[in-house]
Structures are given as C-alpha cells and as structure tokens.
C-alpha cells in the first residue's frame, strides 16, 4: 500500500468534546477516544466516504483532501475485531449515545403538612438533552415537536415536564454559559433534516437568557424554514410570563 492524494476524515480538537457520538459512525473502528478526544487511529482504516459527519453534535467532523496511506479493506477487517468501545466524556457522564426513552416511571412524593404523596410521571423521551451533545440527525427528531430549554428553567418552573416535555423532543442550553458559536450551524441542519412541527423556546426572565431566542431565530432563517416558532418566558418565581 502506498500513499496517494484523496478524502479522508479530519477532526477539529477545538470543537471535539470527546462525546464518542462519532465512533460507532464510523464502522471501520478509524475513529477512537484518545485523551479525551475523537482521534483518527489510522489513516488506511479511513475510507473518507464521511458516514460518520452527521453523527457529531459540534460539527467537529469534516472531510478534506490530502495525501495519505491508500484505504486497506484487509486491515480494517483486521482491526474491528479488536476495537473497544467508545469511553463516555472525559468528566464522567454515561449514556452520551442517542437514544429513545420510554417514561412514565412512577416516582413517588412525599406527604408534607398533611398532604398525600401522589405519583408523578417522568415525561423525557430521549438521551441526551443537552443541545451540544445531541445528535442533528438522531431518529427522534424526525417529524417532532422540538422544546430548547434554557438550563435554568428546569428548576425554576415546577410543572416542566407536564407543560413542556411531555410528547416532544428537548435541547437544553445556556447562552451565558455555553459557547453558542456551534449552536446556530447545528440548530440550522436540525431544523432543515428533521423537518420540525414546531419549536419553543422556554427561557427565564433574566437578560442572559434573552440571546437563545435570536440563536434559534438565525438558526431558522439560515435553514430556510417555515417551522412554527414559539417564545415562553419563565419568570423567577416560577410563573410564566408570556407564551
């Protein structure tokens, strides 16, 4: 096998979080989790067809033309056989593959100051929730109602999971805190793959919110898309403000 000029996978470590979501995408095993970040093993397991671009939530996957060893199937044959699987995120979290949930587990409440307990249900039908981690082409999001939550809404408003998780897909983000440069790109080929009903934007009162409503809205207008587009604003004390 020589070396010759042709496509082949590259990685932006800057914009890679070590997810593992691109690995099983890749089903030559050319791509592993290495210190934290999704590394190219070999070049001569790359078959730069890019089936793996899709699968990464930051966009930190793309082809580009250079010259590398030549593409050996009997090597890649070799080589599967001996892969591991993908290592969760460097801090620790498990489950970052995507994947559909079934709720309606049962957690029981307390009695308090004379009150009886009573059921209540989870309504989340999907991992992970997180925007930077999920998928733009996961199977759930076809056709679905998609809800972005900003982070703090899931503690400030008591009934989120009634009035706004049950039967819809959910994006949860910062925009103070999370780098919502990628966000824009992601959200655009989310909303132009999917084929969205509708999207609603639930965010707190408070002025580092307001920023995740003009995201989704570039995000809407770079896709082209006519998708129904909705603004809900919690205030701090739990009650909507407008919807």
Same mark, same amino acid.
């Given at each position: &096998?020589? *070396?010759? *000029?042709?496509?082949?996978?590259?990685?932006?470590?800057?914009?890679?979080?070590?997810?593992?979501?691109?690995?099983? !995408?890749?089903?030559?095993?050319?791509?592993?989790?290495?210190?934290? +970040?999704?590394?190219?093993? %070999?070049?001569?397991?790359?078959?730069?067809?890019?089936?793996?671009?899709?699968?990464?939530?930051?966009?930190?996957?793309?082809?580009?033309?250079?010259?590398?060893?030549?593409?050996?199937?009997?090597? #890649?044959?070799?080589?599967?056989?001996? #892969? /591991?699987?993908? *290592?969760?995120?460097?801090?620790?979290?498990?489950?970052? @593959?995507? $994947?559909?949930? /079934?709720?309606?587990?049962?957690?029981?409440? $307390?009695?308090? +100051?004379?009150?009886?307990?009573? !059921? =209540?249900?989870?309504?989340?039908?999907?991992?992970?929730?997180?925007?930077?981690?999920?998928?733009?082409?996961?199977?759930?999001?076809?056709?679905?109602?998609?809800? =972005?939550?900003?982070?703090?809404?899931?503690?400030?408003?008591?009934?989120?999971?009634?009035?706004? =998780?049950?039967?819809?897909?959910?994006? &949860?983000?910062?925009?103070?805190?999370?780098?919502?440069?990628?966000?824009?790109?992601?959200?655009?080929? @989310? =909303?132009?793959?999917?084929?969205?009903? %509708?999207?609603?934007?639930? &965010? @707190?009162?408070?002025?580092?919110? %307001?920023?995740?409503?003009?995201?989704?809205?570039?995000?809407?207008?770079?896709?082209?898309?006519?998708?129904?587009?909705? *603004?809900?604003?919690?205030?701090?004390?739990?009650?909507?403000?407008?919807?």
């Amino acid at each position: &096998m020589g *070396k010759a *000029k042709r496509n082949i996978i590259k990685i932006d470590e800057d914009k890679c979080n070590g997810c593992g979501v691109c690995v099983p !995408g890749c089903k030559e095993g050319a791509l592993q989790i290495i210190d934290g +970040k999704a590394r190219l093993v %070999s070049d001569v397991y790359c078959d730069g067809l890019g089936a793996c671009l899709g699968e990464c939530p930051r966009g930190a996957l793309t082809i580009e033309e250079r010259t590398a060893e030549e593409f050996d199937e009997a090597a #890649v044959e070799k080589h599967i056989k001996t #892969v /591991k699987e993908p *290592k969760p995120l460097a801090c620790g979290c498990p489950g970052t @593959m995507a $994947k559909s949930l /079934k709720p309606k587990v049962k957690v029981e409440v $307390k009695a308090e +100051k004379g009150c009886p307990g009573q !059921g =209540i249900s989870s309504e989340l039908g999907q991992w992970p929730v997180q925007l930077a981690l999920i998928p733009a082409r996961a199977p759930y999001l076809q056709h679905a109602d998609l809800v =972005i939550l900003a982070d703090c809404t899931a503690v400030a408003y008591a009934n989120l999971h009634h009035d706004f =998780i049950r039967g819809r897909v959910v994006a &949860m983000a910062c925009p103070k805190l999370d780098d919502t440069g990628p966000y824009v790109e992601k959200l655009a080929e @989310m =909303i132009e793959v999917n084929d969205f009903r %509708s999207v609603e934007v639930v &965010m @707190m009162e408070v002025p580092c919110c %307001s920023s995740l409503m003009g995201v989704v809205q570039n995000a809407k207008a770079k896709a082209d898309s006519q998708v129904r587009l909705k *603004k809900t604003i919690i205030n701090l004390e739990g009650n909507i403000n407008e919807g």
